[in-house]
């Protein structure tokens, strides 16, 4: 459960120099997005449902509205971002923006990131605005980062995608998968928040985009794609939020593993129509290729 041998590593300026920031984050270029840590009461195997809910237009979501788990948020390579998360729960929290190359303070543990000063806690009822740098296109994860056990089985994490600069995300194209535990118990594995999903159709013409993320504590999954016994074919494109070189991204059979903190992309085309199955750990998933 994210435990372990651990130690922290404080990086300092080269000798004769001063820190300072890459970005200008009063530029008007700057995005600006509002993530509300939210929960619910239930009855179930943690006292909460509790998520993070992206504010998607002037209105503020609900106070007890959760999102199991939180929704894709996207993003563009080179555009700097901040978000606000705000605190809705009845404890602290804190998120961390997992893979992505930013400023220690934003980084998201809790009394450790930072030069300096270091980032706190976000209490309930106040807010923390983090800075993100976006290097790279890919795949990533976000996700609490205090009393990780109760707040990410309870639904406090989502996948976060980066697109280069004037790509659009296509949801009829562009596939996430974020595997999540719904409880403290390692059987209780959900893959975007339900254990049972509704078939998946998707065009055979042209290509498309699966995205692979393993937020469970403390597991590895194997993720296959299969028709009947055969294993179906499709291409490598990313790991861990980098695109791999272009020797890495042969076709080739639709099985991979994932472990805890991992993401994993691949492209699939020209595939047959028909009924294949998506399995993801011990979830499968019917996916109807017409």
């Known amino acids: 459960h994210m435990a372990g041998l651990v130690i922290g590593m404080n990086v300092t300026p080269r000798k004769g120099r001063r820190w300072t920031a890459t970005e200008n984050w009063s530029a008007p270029n700057v995005r600006k997005l509002h993530l509300f840590a939210t929960e619910r009461p239930r009855k179930g195997p943690t006292p909460f449902a509790m ?65 300096g000063k270091l980032a706190p806690m976000i209490a309930p009822g106040d807010s923390f605005t ?21 707040q990410v089985t309870s639904g406090m994490y989502g996948p976060i995608v980066v697109l280069e600069p004037g790509e659009k995300f296509d949801r009829s194209r562009d596939h996430v998968f974020t595997i999540g535990w719904d409880g403290p118990k390692a059987s209780s594995v959900v893959v975007n928040g339900d254990s049972v999903a509704p078939p998946l159709i998707l065009d055979a013409a042209g290509t498309h985009r699966l995205r692979f993320v393993n ?53 699939i085309e020209h595939l047959s129509p028909g009924d294949y199955t998506l399995n993801i750990g011990p979830r499968k998933r019917r996916v109807i290729v017409r």
């Open 130 to 150: 983090a800075r993100l740098s976006l290097p790279r296109a890919g795949t990533f994860i976000y996700h609490t980062h205090l009393n990780d056990v109760e």
């Open 215 to 267: 937020i469970a504590p403390a597991a590895v999954y194997t993720i296959a794609l299969i028709r009947d016994t055969t294993v179906a074919t499709w291409r490598p494109r990313g790991k861990d939020g980098a695109d791999l070189p272009m020797g890495l991204r042969k076709p080739g059979p639709a099985v991979t593993r994932l472990d805890a903190g991992e993401t994993f992309d691949a492209e």
């Open 51 to 115: 998520s993070y809910v992206l504010q998607r237009d002037h209105r503020l979501p609900a106070m007890d509205s959760v999102d199991l788990p939180g929704q894709p948020i996207v993003l563009t390579r080179g555009e700097p971002t901040q978000i606000t998360v705000v605190n809705r729960a009845h404890e602290g929290t804190a998120v961390h923006w997992h893979g992505i190359e930013l400023e220690s303070y934003s980084d998201g543990v809790a009394g450790w990131s930072g030069f």
